[in-house]
């Protein structure tokens, strides 16, 4: 997924629909942020007294560290210009009914959800029930969110609204980790599946880990089948498995694993 910026065409969010994932615990810790970024003295007390900017970046990094993710689906709704800068107005939505993408079965399944995702108003014939959106009504359940010229110079993890959603992104933000193909360990023998393996077409010998189609994404997993291939019946170099291992950390920890 991608953080929505500036740069977005935040028109094409708003004619389109498409479901965004929305952090709201960090909506608050982030407009503060925009506003100290954009300047300091957006932060008065009734006097007129503003505090330095190395104070106020201190006090952010605390509450950056301490907020508590909670992510939701939600859809943008409408766009007007502000003082400082575009404010994005964005409605909850509830998925209702069919498949989590954490009991997803196939590479095909994953295709059509991500799909739907970014598209949910051009329905395919999927191969599964697929959910029914829900706007949310009542207090709570909109959120009017800044996008600002400052917000290319904030700290990457202060993001809080993300397009391009993909499947292993709802399992590790929404559905707590949840995942049938490898029950949660991120890797798996691609040899002993029982026949799920060549449903997402990561099928090889056994006595290897290969990370999930599932949860860690299908094109990562075909990435690393090519490596263990490569490596199947000699030890890779050292540099090359290093790298191997550090992508792969990297990609468990961009999913917060």
């Known amino acids: 997924m991608k953080p929505i ?3 977005n065409a935040l028109a094409h969010i708003v004619d389109h629909k498409p479901l965004m994932m929305l952090n709201s615990g960090l909506l608050g810790t982030r407009y503060i942020m ?8 957006n932060i008065t007390t009734t006097g007129g007294t503003s505090l330095p900017t190395e104070l106020w970046n201190k006090i952010l990094g605390f509450a950056l560290v ?8 939600v859809q943008g709704i409408s766009l007007w210009e502000s003082s400082i800068g575009k404010i994005l107005h964005c409605r909850r939505i509830n998925l209702e009914g069919g498949l989590l993408c954490g009991n997803l079965d196939c590479a095909e399944a994953v295709y059509v959800f991500e799909e739907f995702i970014n598209k949910p108003n051009q329905r395919a014939s999927p191969p599964f029930t697929m959910p029914t959106l829900q706007p949310c009504q009542g207090y709570g359940n909109t959120f009017d ?6 917000d290319d110079n904030l700290p990457v993890d202060s993001a809080c609204l993300f397009s391009n959603v993909t499947v292993p992104d709802v399992i590790s933000r929404m559905e707590g980790g949840a995942c049938s193909f490898c029950f949660g360990s991120r890797l798996f023998c691609p040899g002993c599946t029982g026949g799920r393996a060549q449903e997402f077409d990561v099928f090889m010998g056994c006595g290897v880990e290969l990370a999930c189609p599932l949860c860690i994404g299908i094109d990562f997993s075909l990435e690393h089948r090519a490596f263990l291939r490569t490596y199947y019946w000699d030890d890779p170099p050292e540099e090359k498995q290093k790298s191997i291992d550090d992508w792969l950390r990297q990609r468990m920890g961009e999913l917060g694993y």
Not at 34 to 41: D, K
Not at 145 to 150: L, R, Y
């Open 145 to 150: 969110i800044p996008t600002t010229s400052a």
């Open 66 to 73: 301490d907020a508590q993710n909670s992510f939701c689906f």
């Open 34 to 41: 925009q506003l100290v970024a954009l300047t300091n003295t």
């Open 5 to 7: 910026s500036p740069k």
